[in-house]
């Protein structure tokens, strides 16, 4: 586990994470945020990430009006699971590549067939 890093810090570590990712998966993401949070809503640390939006493939009649869908990273359960800095850059790294493969329609089941769940 590490030592608390501060919200700012985690968000920066977020942000580098994002930019990370290959233009193909990050590209076609419309109508959705990035938020980091300290925990998920009921306080727990088993939670490090959500997608709270409507996936991709089961949009209809969409993009007038709806509020933006989110991605939701959660510091105190990432800092929780990481052994050092390097490992917390992986985890924030598999947890945003997780909820966007959400936000295209993947299910857990699926993820967990590709490994990334």
């Known amino acids: 586990?590490?030592?608390?890093?501060?919200?700012?810090?985690?968000?920066?570590?977020?942000?580098?994470?994002?930019?990370?990712?290959?233009?193909?998966?990050?590209d076609d993401l419309d109508n959705v945020v990035f938020v980091t949070e300290d925990r998920p809503e009921d306080g727990s640390l088993d939670l490090l990430g959500l997608y709270d939006g409507v996936a991709l493939t089961e949009r209809g009649q969409y993009g007038f009006g709806e509020l933006p869908d989110r991605i939701i990273l959660y510091r105190e359960p990432l800092l929780a699971i990481a052994v050092d800095l390097d490992d917390l850059k992986d985890q924030i790294h598999v947890t945003l590549?997780?909820?966007?493969?959400?936000?295209?329609?993947?299910?857990?089941?699926?993820?967990?067939?590709?490994?990334?769940?």
């Not at 586990?1 to 990050?26: G, R, S």
Request: proline letters at 4%; aromatic letters at 8%; zero cysteines.
């Open 97 to 117: 590549v997780h909820e966007i493969a959400h936000f295209y329609g993947l299910d857990d089941d699926q993820l967990h067939e590709l490994g990334w769940a």
């Open 1 to 26: 586990m590490i030592d608390d890093i501060p919200a700012n810090e985690f968000e920066k570590l977020v942000i580098d994470e994002l930019d990370a990712l290959p233009d193909e998966m990050v």
